[in-house]
């Protein structure tokens, strides 16, 4: 069960006593996202493979360490990189990097993810902040991370003041419902069909299970999806993981402009 705060502590124990340090937001960066931790100076940075009991990021465009520093005069904790449930990674696992930030007092968590569109009135290389979810998974966080209802997850009320700054900044931010699938592999046309039909707008891998953890543990949770490719069967293309990164790495000043703004709601 979860009795991980033996687990937490060491890892906790460990950061800190090489790093003094206090942060008060999370930064979970996804797919082709991680390059923003680059841009924090004097950052202190901890590959996870130097932390105890800290599951390792096995997918390439994941660096897998943290980074601390500031960026908008906010003391952040980023995760450069994230652990999936595909990778054979327990949801405690999946969750540790969160329930090991609020260990250390961080009080929101800006999650971020790539993910394929699935309303055809949204293109790629837009964005999206997140206000529902549902899982296509069975797998669900058992207690004490089951005390929240997917609507209360997320902060609508961020939610709705980042958009005014993004519109404010030019940057397209729609509102949607993110459908969390395990993967790895793309959802069939059929999936997708059925995804599109109970209302999801985003469908990613990944993000819904930190989200839980984090608002369950009393966080603040703004999400932001970054749609990198028309679902499976809403174009003509065959997705790859190399059109999501392409995407991702032509909209990294949108992104980084859209992550600043956010920071300045916490
Ligand atoms: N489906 C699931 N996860 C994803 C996708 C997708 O189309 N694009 C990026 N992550």
């Not at 590959?47 to 800290?54: D, G, T």
């Not at 999650?111 to 837009?126: L, R």
């Not at 991370?145 to 997917?150: E, K, L």
Request: charged share 15%; proline share 5%.
């Amino acid at each position: 069960m979860y009795s991980l705060s033996a687990e937490l502590d060491e890892a906790y124990n460990v950061i800190t006593n090489r790093y003094n340090v206090a942060p008060d937001i999370a930064l979970t960066l996804g797919s082709g996202l991680g390059f923003l931790a680059d841009e924090i100076h004097q950052a202190h940075v901890i590959p996870y493979a130097e932390i105890p009991n800290f599951p390792q990021s096995t997918v390439e465009g994941h660096a897998g360490r943290l980074v601390f520093g500031d960026l908008e005069g906010k003391s952040l904790v980023i995760a450069q990189g994230r652990q999936h449930h595909y990778e054979g990674y327990s949801l405690d696992e999946v969750t540790f990097a969160t329930r090991l930030f609020h260990r250390m007092g961080v009080d929101s968590l800006l999650v971020t993810n790539a993910a394929g569109c699935a309303n055809p009135k949204f293109t790629p290389g837009e964005f999206m902040t997140i206000t529902n979810h549902f899982p296509m998974v069975q797998t669900m966080l058992p207690p004490p991370y089951d005390n929240v209802a997917s609507e209360n997850v997320w902060n609508t009320s961020l939610a709705v003041q980042l958009r005014n700054l993004a519109a404010d900044e030019n940057v397209v931010l729609r509102e949607g419902t993110y459908a969390w699938v395990t993967g790895p592999s793309y959802e069939t046309k059929a999936e997708v069909q059925y995804i599109r039909n109970r209302g999801g707008d985003a469908i990613g891998m990944s993000t819904v299970p930190e989200a839980v953890a984090a608002a369950s543990l009393g966080l603040d949770v703004l999400g932001i999806s970054c749609f990198t490719n028309y679902a499976t069967g809403l174009s003509d293309t065959t997705l790859s993981h190399e059109e999501v990164s392409a995407t991702a790495e032509s909209v990294k000043h949108n992104f980084a402009v859209l992550v600043r703004v956010a920071l300045t709601l916490f």
